[in-house]
């Protein structure tokens, strides 16, 4: 099955900064890579989403990058506020003869003000 | 989202007794997916649906029933509950597969 690993578990950066987080995956059949934001005791919301057939993808602040032959994607966000302290999950998906959707293990973000 | 409600926010229980999670949905989504969530882990798909009476299995199906007798219903049960399913289960439905996930607020579950 498919195993996506994600880096780095924790993240610290300054107010106004950009932050990045990365995650690889090895089925070469994954065609969906959605990135999903967790607040304290929250559900996971999804911020943002990409297809393989596309190679990047933004969203006011946030991007996500796909490089389909390394197999890897990332997500970048650029001035970064402290209401963007949560964890993030990367995920990759394929639908064969059923679905395989696999969670990273999380990017625990801290903006400091 | 409002669309998709989980049932009971927290539980506590033994082990060996029988468990049901509750997920609704109003949104006619085909598609539902049951996920734990635990340190380290990040979220494990358990079982999902793609439509009434149809389920399968995810990453982590053991110990662990589904039903979908209603499109906007999946319950979750743990027939005999362990130590080592104690975790926080969130529900999850999508309108296809491949296509974004909107989940519930979860259920903290506690097998003592």
């Known amino acids: 099955g498919e195993n996506v690993e994600q880096h780095p578990s924790t993240l610290s950066v300054q107010e106004g900064d950009s932050a990045v987080i990365k995650c690889t995956y090895s089925?070469?059949?994954?065609?969906?890579f959605p990135w999903y934001k967790q607040e304290l005791g929250k559900r996971p919301q999804l911020i943002i989403d990409i297809r393989s057939n596309v190679g990047e993808k933004k969203d006011q602040r946030i991007a996500v990058t796909l490089n389909k032959t390394a197999k890897h994607f990332s997500l970048h966000i650029t001035e970064t506020q402290p209401e963007d302290s949560a964890v993030y999950f990367c995920?990759?998906?394929?639908?064969?003869?059923?679905?395989?959707?696999?969670f990273g293990a999380g990017t625990r973000l801290t903006v400091q003000p | 989202d409002a669309g998709i409600t989980q049932s009971p926010r927290y539980k506590i229980t033994e082990t060996g007794r029988q468990v049901t999670l509750m997920c609704h949905q109003t949104w006619s989504h085909s598609y539902m997916f049951w996920y734990r969530q635990d340190l380290g882990h990040g979220l494990r798909l358990i079982y999902y649906s793609a439509a009434a009476d149809i389920t399968d299995k995810g990453e982590v199906p053991d110990g662990y029933v589904v039903s979908r007798s209603k499109t906007e219903n999946f319950p979750l049960t743990l027939e005999s509950a362990t130590r080592s399913q104690t975790s926080v289960y969130f529900c999850?439905?999508?309108?296809?597969?491949?296509?974004?996930?909107?989940f519930g607020d979860g259920t903290r579950l506690s097998i003592l």
């Open positions: 999850a439905s999508s309108e296809a597969p491949g296509s974004a996930q909107h």
């Open positions: 995920a990759a998906s394929q639908v064969r003869n059923k679905i395989d959707m696999r």
């Open positions: 089925d070469s059949a994954s065609n969906y």
